[in-house]
């Protein structure tokens, strides 16, 4: 019995396998939301934040910690470069972002169009709830889980255009062959002087 407990514990952190990877998705979301919670309750209560500032911060130190604990955790992605995770994690946030707002404005303005819900006991309140919950579970399996899993901690030929993307704006040279023609300006420039 205790080998079994041992075998599945060690799966759990260390399986590739779809249910164990999962698991530790759903685990790592699950970590981060709190952290997105409290750091937004946190801001607002003590620090005085206005509730749009409090909610923006807490869900951005929230999704970071998400990256972080994906990258190491939960996909194992050490062979895909961070710089790459960095673009194509921020691609999919924006996307599950849009998909959650929309998708929840749709379906809740859809349920109003239902009035026989208020007869098996349904509360116009609870339309929002319902809307945001399916919305939100729908778009963590079918978006977020699957690209996550596909794309973003996966090395991809995408890769090398996301580097390029945070090399250009974080002022880093592009490429070795950049550095050796914009030396050999400068000792050609310094050589004519």
């Not at 960095?86 to 959650?100: C, E, P």
């Not at 945001?132 to 963590?140: P, T």
């Not at 062959?177 to 000792?187: A, M, V």
Request: charged share 15%.
């Amino acid at each position: 019995m205790n080998e079994k407990v041992k075998k599945i514990g060690s799966n759990i952190l260390n399986s590739d396998q779809l249910v164990f990877t999962f698991i530790r998705s759903a685990g790592a979301a699950q970590f981060a939301s709190w952290i997105d919670l409290g750091t937004a309750f946190v801001l607002f209560a003590f620090a005085h934040f206005a509730p749009w500032a409090s909610t923006a911060i807490g869900a951005f130190v929230g999704g970071v910690i998400n990256c972080v604990l994906n990258y190491r955790f939960t996909f194992h992605a050490n062979s895909c470069p961070w710089k790459a995770v960095i673009v194509k994690y921020a691609l999919v946030w924006v996307g599950s972002l849009l998909l959650n707002s929309f998708g929840t404005e749709l379906l809740y303005y859809g349920l109003m169009h239902w009035p026989w819900l208020e007869t098996i006991g349904f509360k116009p309140d609870g339309y929002f709830a319902a809307a945001r919950l399916a919305v939100s579970g729908v778009v963590s399996l079918a978006w977020n889980f699957v690209l996550q899993r596909n794309f973003v901690y996966h090395p991809s030929r995408f890769d090398s255009k996301a580097i390029t993307f945070v090399d250009f704006f974080t002022g880093k040279k592009v490429s070795r062959n950049e550095d050796l023609s914009s030396s050999s300006i400068k000792t050609e420039s310094s050589s004519n002087s």
